[in-house]
């Protein structure tokens, strides 16, 4: 069960009456981002064409949106503990409909990956803004582990309806409108939102940043997240893979050092005495590496192995988004009776079994017999492990610091999400000599590995909180 410590609503705090609709407008914000984190991938090619782009530069329109959201999410997080989840939220949305608008008549290739690049810096604001404003619209306990868990059902799903949506909408309306959907969505969050959305708790006293500290981080995780993205494409080898990842080390050495010496840090290190804390966030990012590299695997098994179509695709891992939704919302009531530990074993240990059978599809392989049972058990997993990761990396954090968990929690994610998409693609490519089906399971191989070590990694949780309880 979560900690109750410092919680923003005691026991004797009456439930906010509008919690449950605030969440909903909270939910359809984070299935705005998440679509545009993967929703231009079916769209490439007819901007390829309409925009004169090559390969490389049509990359960037992806690549563009997840640098600098996954770079700017710990800054992103930290503003609402400073100035307000709320008015950062509502800030970042705003942003959002304005990059929007200038993706959708974006008219050259460098307007288009510009303007995404400032989609993923709103994103970045959003997500944890949003994520602090949950935590604290909801008491500790039981409702707070099932909005959590519809939270977490909301983004798996967005991921796969990206992949839904993403073909029909380019080919009936044209490659624009992935972008300009989000216009309508996001005028009804800055409508609503302000009568619908309780303020953050802000840290007390006077507003102090940290700019050495939130450039040095943001810096750092921007060449971790470029690194691992263009690893594959550069190679691993490759001088530029190493160069970046090492310099991002140092930058991340140097952080630490600023923000053990400055007055008002960014990120305070204490926060990282908290097992439940730091456990949460090592499974959140093997769960990503698993989700993200699991995902791409599927699209190259099912479009270019069993040769389906880009719709047929999406309709087909319906049903993985399907159990996503499910398992995540079980999640959240298991969690409150037996505790996060157990929860995200029984999760880590489903989302094994279905990374496992996925490394036994074959290249003439029925969707009923082998994928679509793969996909059931895949998916009810990612649900589970997700929101028993998420309720973990966020249980114990402060009121005044629940944005700065939620942002360290996010950029994780995206991380796992890079980094995942970047190994499974070098494991596929380093198998793929005896054939592409023979890459594909040796990636979903790797899938089950990463899973393992998440089942590890909740099992070590579990352990130590047992003999802080016994203390």
Avoid at 126 to 153: C, D, H, K, Q
Avoid at 202 to 215: E, I, K, M, T
Avoid at 375 to 394: D, P
Avoid at 446 to 452: H, V
Wanted: charged fraction near 10%.
């Amino acid at each position: 069960m979560l900690e109750t410590t410092n919680d923003p609503q005691s026991s004797t705090t009456p439930p906010d009456p509008r919690r449950w609709k605030a969440l909903a407008l909270l939910c359809t914000a984070y299935f705005m981002i998440i679509v545009d984190s993967q929703i231009v991938i079916l769209a490439l090619p007819s901007i390829e064409s309409d925009l004169g782009l090559g390969l490389r530069s049509s990359q960037w329109v992806m690549s563009a949106y997840l640098l600098t959201f996954g770079g700017l999410l710990l800054l992103g997080g930290r503003t609402a503990d400073l100035l307000g989840g709320r008015r950062m939220f509502l800030v970042g949305t705003a942003l959002f409909l304005v990059a929007s608008l200038a993706c959708g008549l974006a008219w050259s290739s460098g307007v288009l990956v510009g303007a995404r690049a400032v989609q993923g810096a709103a994103a970045a604001i959003m997500a944890p803004t949003a994520m602090a404003v949950l935590m604290s619209t909801f008491a500790v306990g039981p409702e707070r582990n099932r909005a959590v868990g519809i939270w977490t059902g909301v983004g798996a799903f967005g991921a796969t309806a990206a992949l839904l949506i993403g073909g029909p909408i380019t080919e009936g309306l044209g490659w624009p409108w992935i972008f300009l959907i989000n216009l309508p969505l996001a005028l009804v969050v800055l409508v609503v939102g302000p009568r619908l959305l309780r303020e953050t708790p802000v840290a007390p006293g006077r507003r102090s940043y940290d700019p050495l500290g939130a450039v040095t981080v943001t810096v750092a995780l921007g060449l971790l997240v470029y690194g691992v993205v263009e690893a594959p494409e550069a190679g691993w080898g490759s001088a530029q893979t190493p160069l970046l990842l090492g310099a991002s080390a140092v930058l991340l050495a140097a952080f630490v050092l600023i923000e053990r010496r400055a007055k008002a840090p960014l990120t305070p290190l204490r926060i990282f005495r908290s097992t439940a804390l730091v456990g949460g966030n090592v499974m959140t990012l093997l769960v990503a590496m698993t989700i993200y590299g699991g995902a791409l695997m599927m699209s190259v098994y099912a479009q270019q192995v069993l040769g389906y179509s880009a719709v047929r695709f999406g309709l087909s891992t319906a049903v993985y988004a399907f159990a996503s939704v499910v398992g995540s919302n079980l999640a959240g009531p298991l969690t409150t009776r037996f505790g996060y530990p157990k929860v995200a074993i029984c999760g880590a240990t489903t989302l094994a079994a279905g990374a496992f059978l996925l490394s036994r599809v074959s290249a003439g392989g029925s969707y009923w017999i082998e994928l679509f049972p793969a996909l059931v058990v895949f998916g009810a997993g990612i649900g589970v492990t997700v929101v028993a990761s998420a309720i973990a990396a966020l249980s114990s954090a402060a009121p005044a610091e629940a944005g700065l968990a939620s942002g360290i929690n996010n950029s994780v994610f995206q991380v796992g999400a890079a980094l995942g998409i970047a190994l499974c693609s070098s494991v596929a490519a380093t198998n793929v000599g005896d054939g592409l089906l023979a890459g594909v399971r040796a990636a979903f191989l790797a899938c089950f590995a990463f899973a393992l070590l998440c089942l590890t990694v909740a099992a070590v949780v579990g352990l130590v909180r047992r003999r802080q309880r016994a203390q």
